[in-house]
């Protein structure tokens, strides 16, 4: 008797402390999904956890979605690091992010990523398209004209209700 006690009193304990390390796992797991990653080039990594959070926090969000299989998304990584650098260097609003689409089918799908790499620049949770050259004088010319674009309606705006 004595033996089978034991025997239940420590498959108890040793039931309770996995149930509370998977309960630990699992808290700290989400706690560090809700922060934001950063990879080598300087870029956010958005998952499914925080590409929403994302969008809602980022008033200027430019997102490649890439597959890390892709031949074409690999050819991007040096043009994306030098759009990243350069956004930094002139203390650009824009927030440089990444997902990683072929695993985060649910935004791919959300956002019509259907090939590999795709660009979108979030302005105010409003996505536009790039579909131009991969090179990083393009990929730049077009998140500077769109930044234009939405500062200039702004200050029209602004103009516009001075005036009345």
């Given at each position: 008797?004595?033996?089978i006690?034991?025997?239940?009193?420590?498959?108890?304990?040793?039931?309770?402390k996995?149930?509370?390390?998977?309960?630990?796992?699992?808290?700290?797991?989400?706690?560090?999904?809700e922060?934001y990653?950063v990879?080598?080039?300087?870029?956010?990594?958005?998952?499914?956890?925080?590409?929403?959070?994302?969008?809602?926090?980022?008033d200027?969000l430019?997102?490649?979605?890439h597959?890390?299989w892709c031949?074409y998304?690999?050819k991007?990584?040096?043009?994306?690091?030098n759009v990243?650098?350069a956004?930094?260097?002139?203390?650009s609003?824009i927030?440089?992010?990444?997902?990683?689409?072929?695993d985060?089918?649910?935004?791919?799908?959300?956002?019509?990523?259907?090939g590999y790499?795709?660009?979108?620049?979030?302005?105010?949770k409003e996505a536009?398209d790039?579909?131009?050259?991969r090179?990083?004088?393009?990929?730049?010319?077009f998140?500077?004209?769109?930044?234009?674009?939405?500062?200039?309606?702004?200050?029209n705006?602004?103009?516009?209700?001075n005036k009345?």
């Amino acid at each position: 008797k004595i033996k089978i006690k034991f025997q239940i009193t420590l498959f108890s304990k040793m039931k309770s402390k996995f149930i509370l390390a998977l309960i630990l796992s699992i808290t700290a797991i989400t706690v560090y999904s809700e922060d934001y990653q950063v990879d080598e080039d300087g870029s956010l990594i958005l998952t499914e956890l925080n590409f929403h959070k994302a969008l809602e926090e980022k008033d200027y969000l430019f997102v490649q979605f890439h597959a890390l299989w892709c031949r074409y998304s690999k050819k991007l990584r040096p043009e994306w690091k030098n759009v990243v650098s350069a956004l930094k260097a002139e203390n650009s609003p824009i927030v440089p992010a990444k997902v990683e689409a072929y695993d985060e089918k649910k935004i791919a799908d959300e956002y019509d990523i259907e090939g590999y790499p795709q660009m979108k620049l979030f302005i105010k949770k409003e996505a536009h398209d790039y579909n131009g050259e991969r090179k990083d004088s393009h990929i730049l010319e077009f998140a500077h004209r769109k930044l234009k674009n939405k500062l200039t309606e702004a200050t029209n705006d602004e103009w516009i209700a001075n005036k009345l």
